[in-house]
């Protein structure tokens, strides 16, 4: 796999959101995912070289495996409670009542994107997956077992079901694969394949030691941006020395202290799971909802989805209505500006074209920094890895840089 530069991925994921649900969703589409598991040890393993490992990681072919991954993810944002779900085209129920379905991979496996959680995943070759997010008291998974799509939430006794993934829209597509929902990655190896595709000549690659991670024996490629402005500090992947798996991933920030996503196995093992993992069947009294007819709903009712008294415009924007998107700079600095529809920034409680619910105002204030500039004035919303500029004209500037890298651009930009 050789590494390259993804500026069409960039733009794919930046026009999915809306600002300053922008700020959770690049980086959720970006990083994705768990508390690292102490080294016990560093073993002894021939050299190799940065290429030497990436190549391996490239070659690595394994179609049967079993393990439990921890996942973790600390973006600093505050807690938005039950809020969150609103902002999810097709989750919970819509005005009219109908209502959607709590196992809807889509959104359920957003969860991921916040907090800690406990995977445990199997796969059999290219046509038997599952994964399951493990609860203190409940289970959610997602089955795929030939042309079967089964999605079962535990907790409300809830079931997905898509008879063929690729004809029952994004939500399952990437399941036949045995991948999660696009933009959601969740293993150490889609995470790993996601910061490969991106590197390139603006990134520095190399082998930094050994570990072991669930028991195996594993190198560590520490993957750095070579520019400054990044709010990337760098990237560490340990890869299995015997499969070339990526075993753990864990992104630092620029800024120090904790890490921003930390996703490893506890328990791996690359054995053939028993046929019985991939078998369902939904527990009597479930709820079923057929892929098909959910992404019907979404399609009809997706602008009644919006929480309450979101303005037109913003309602517009979720449902892929930014345009002029362009990319400023390249690599780790990488800079997405686009225009909010109608010209203008962000709307207030107070302003003309209707009131933000009170537990919106509270996000974007709790995470709002006024700034100004040759562009005029605006306000930055930050995490502790994106970070996203949005004027008072209506412009919009995201990416994993500083805010005066966003300031720089926006004032470049006149």
Known sequence: MAPYESESAGRRKATRYVVPVAVVG?????????????????????????????????????????????????????????????????????????????????????????????????????????????????????????????????????????KDAAAAGDRAAKHRKGETPKGVPATPKELADEVLKASGKTTSISVEGTSQVAGRDAYKLLVKPKQAGSTVGGITISVDAKTGVPLKFTLTPAGGGKAVVDAGFTKVDFSKPAASTFDFTPPKGTKVTEGDDLKARDKSHAPKDMPKGMPKELRDAQGGGMKDLKVIGEGWTSIAELKLPGGQGLPTGGSASGDVPPEAQKFMDALGDHVTGKFGSGTVFSTRLVNALVTDDGKVYAGAVTKDALVKAANAAQ
């Open 26 to 162: 690049v980086a959720a589409a970006t990083i994705g995912l768990v508390p690292a598991l102490a080294d016990s040890g560093n073993p002894d393993l021939p050299k190799i070289s940065a290429q030497q490992l990436i190549e391996k990681i490239a070659k690595s072919d394994v179609q049967q495996m079993s393990g439990t991954v921890k996942i973790s993810t600390d973006l600093g944002l505050p807690s938005l409670g039950g809020m969150a779900g609103g902002f999810t085209p097709g989750a919970g129920g819509s005005s009219d009542g109908q209502a959607g379905s709590s196992a809807d991979p889509q959104s359920k496996l957003t969860e991921l994107a916040t907090g800690t959680h406990t995977l445990r995943i199997a796969a059999d070759g290219a046509d038997r997956h599952k994964l399951s997010v493990l609860d203190s008291a409940a289970e959610y998974s997602v089955i795929h077992n030939g042309d079967e799509v089964w999605a079962y939430d535990s907790a409300s006794n809830e079931a997905y079901h898509a």
